[in-house]
């Protein structure tokens, strides 16, 4: 299954969870692929400390989808690998506007590897622009990390108009498997509003896991691991399997 | 004096603190804009709880600069004026590819009106693309907030580079005024050790003011007020209304 990590909205943890989901999937047995498809490679950097010097990245996967099986590393990680991303992808954005099938290109990609995962992550840019058409036009699920803030709902009418221009045009499979609230403080009316506002919008969408607001979760990129190995027994890291038990049933389901 | 205020890092306090630095400069007396450049509209939803039913936004003002003084509304606070951003934005970026004079057509905007405000900050979205590209045409000066947290050095260079190349092409006199320290949160090693880097780096460019991170800052937007109407004694208050002091010493002296 192939799942989209979305919101155009800007820090509410969509790196965090594709490198941390990815991983609490992989530690139950099943094969992973993550793609970071972010020019700021947050992901990457997260699991592999520095955008590998040489070798195919996704944007080289974009350009030829050939170069998808020779662009997938190993991590630290057992069952977990990745399609590093690095700063010629923030070109891609304006490059892609005139190419050939442009929000088509990982699409093909994906499907060449698609039998030898359980489970392709994909990690997006904080934008509705063309790498994230991509990544929609390429999944079969997108989950929605939404930060239990303020603003938090603001975009979520522009990022459904967006789901559903993909589904009549380009995907029309693609579902939402689930909004995941995240940053949650306990201390806070705000996240408690905010959690309560997002499930009367989207009712059982809404995962039952719960993150929290963690400072080991924003420590753990700076060893270059997800929580899970970086600080096993944290709240954190017992969320993000949780998450990764319910995002399985969830698969099995739809 | 334009300022924009980019940071390609999604959430880093770029909304946050366009409305709050741009009504602390309002308060001590200086006539102040705000041009909301981000297809999201946290500033504008900030500052007038939803985006004006009719009238110009900055969408129409890319499209036609003389819309510009028509686009400007007053907010509650005095002497700041905000040019609202909507839904149509989103589409801007694709738009403007094949559009004449792409990257400068805010600057024109901005020329026009010029002469009518002390200081016009300008939000951006979290990208690099031709939004934020236009913003630092327009400008005179950059602010780059930075969050305290692991992934804010990773952008940088990035930043720097995008900054280095309108300077060459588009903007000879483009500075940055200052980089500014954002959700510093004195319970952690991390805010410290993120702090501790960025001053190595950057020296006296940073901002002796550092932004905490405060509820009462992330709760002020759900009433559509700066923090300094929400919680005129909390420290967020003080901090953001320390840095408009900062700006606009930092200011006279460029
Ligand atoms: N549950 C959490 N508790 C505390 N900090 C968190 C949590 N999740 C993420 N963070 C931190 O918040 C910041 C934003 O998270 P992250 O980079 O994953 O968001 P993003 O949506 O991928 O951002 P972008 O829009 O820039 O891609 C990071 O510094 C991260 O370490
Ligand atoms: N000092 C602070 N303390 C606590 N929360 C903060 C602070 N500054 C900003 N926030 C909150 O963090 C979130 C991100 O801030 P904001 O939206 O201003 O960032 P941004 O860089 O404009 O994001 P984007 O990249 O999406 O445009 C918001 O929910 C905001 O309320
Ligand atoms: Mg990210
Ligand atoms: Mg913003």
Same mark, same amino acid.
């Given at each position: 299954?192939?799942?989209?990590?979305?919101?155009?909205?800007?820090?509410?943890?969509?790196?965090?969870?594709?490198?941390?989901?990815?991983?609490?999937?992989?530690?139950?047995?099943?094969?992973?692929? $993550?793609?970071?498809?972010?020019?700021?490679?947050?992901?990457?950097?997260?699991?592999?400390?520095?955008?590998?010097?040489?070798?195919?990245?996704?944007?080289?996967?974009?350009?030829?989808?050939?170069?998808?099986?020779?662009?997938?590393?190993?991590?630290?990680?057992?069952?977990?690998?990745?399609?590093?991303?690095?700063?010629?992808?923030?070109?891609?954005?304006?490059?892609?506007?005139?190419?050939?099938?442009?929000?088509?290109?990982?699409?093909?990609?994906?499907?060449?590897?698609?039998?030898?995962?359980?489970?392709?992550?994909?990690?997006?840019?904080?934008?509705?622009?063309?790498?994230?058409?991509?990544?929609?036009?390429?999944?079969?699920?997108?989950?929605?990390?939404?930060?239990?803030?303020?603003?938090?709902?603001?975009?979520?009418?522009?990022?459904?108009?967006?789901?559903?221009?993909?589904?009549?045009?380009?995907?029309?499979?693609?579902?939402?498997?689930?909004?995941?609230?995240?940053?949650?403080?306990?201390?806070?009316?705000?996240?408690?509003?905010?959690?309560?506002?997002?499930?009367?919008?989207?009712?059982?969408?809404?995962?039952?896991?719960?993150?929290?607001?963690?400072?080991? $979760?924003?420590?753990?990129?700076?060893?270059?691991?997800?929580?899970?190995?970086?600080?096993?027994?944290?709240?954190?890291?017992?969320?993000?399997?949780?998450?990764?038990?319910?995002?399985?049933?969830?698969?099995?389901?739809?």
């Amino acid at each position: 299954m192939v799942i989209a990590i979305v919101n155009q909205k800007g820090g509410v943890g969509k790196s965090t969870t594709t490198v941390n989901l990815g991983t609490g999937i992989a530690d139950i047995g099943y094969r992973v692929a $993550i793609i970071d498809l972010d020019p700021q490679s947050n992901t990457t950097s997260s699991l592999l400390g520095k955008p590998p010097m040489d070798g195919p990245t996704v944007y080289d996967v974009l350009d030829d989808w050939k170069n998808a099986t020779n662009a997938l590393v190993r991590t630290e990680v057992e069952n977990l690998f990745l399609m590093p991303s690095n700063i010629n992808l923030a070109g891609a954005e304006i490059e892609l506007v005139s190419a050939i099938s442009r929000e088509t290109r990982l699409k093909r990609a994906v499907d060449s590897i698609r039998n030898d995962f359980d489970f392709i992550f994909v990690d997006c840019p904080p934008s509705l622009g063309l790498l994230t058409l991509n990544a929609m036009a390429a999944a079969d699920n997108l989950i929605v990390p939404i930060q239990c803030e303020y603003f938090a709902l603001e975009g979520l009418s522009k990022l459904m108009e967006t789901y559903e221009i993909v589904k009549e045009n380009l995907n029309p499979n693609l579902k939402i498997l689930g909004f995941l609230l995240t940053m949650y403080d306990t201390r806070t009316r705000l996240s408690l509003e905010v959690a309560e506002e997002v499930r009367k919008y989207f009712g059982d969408k809404v995962f039952k896991t719960i993150i929290p607001r963690s400072v080991r $979760i924003s420590e753990a990129p700076g060893f270059s691991m997800p929580i899970q190995k970086f600080a096993p027994n944290s709240k954190g890291a017992i969320a993000y399997n949780e998450l990764a038990k319910e995002v399985v049933e969830r698969a099995q389901k739809s």
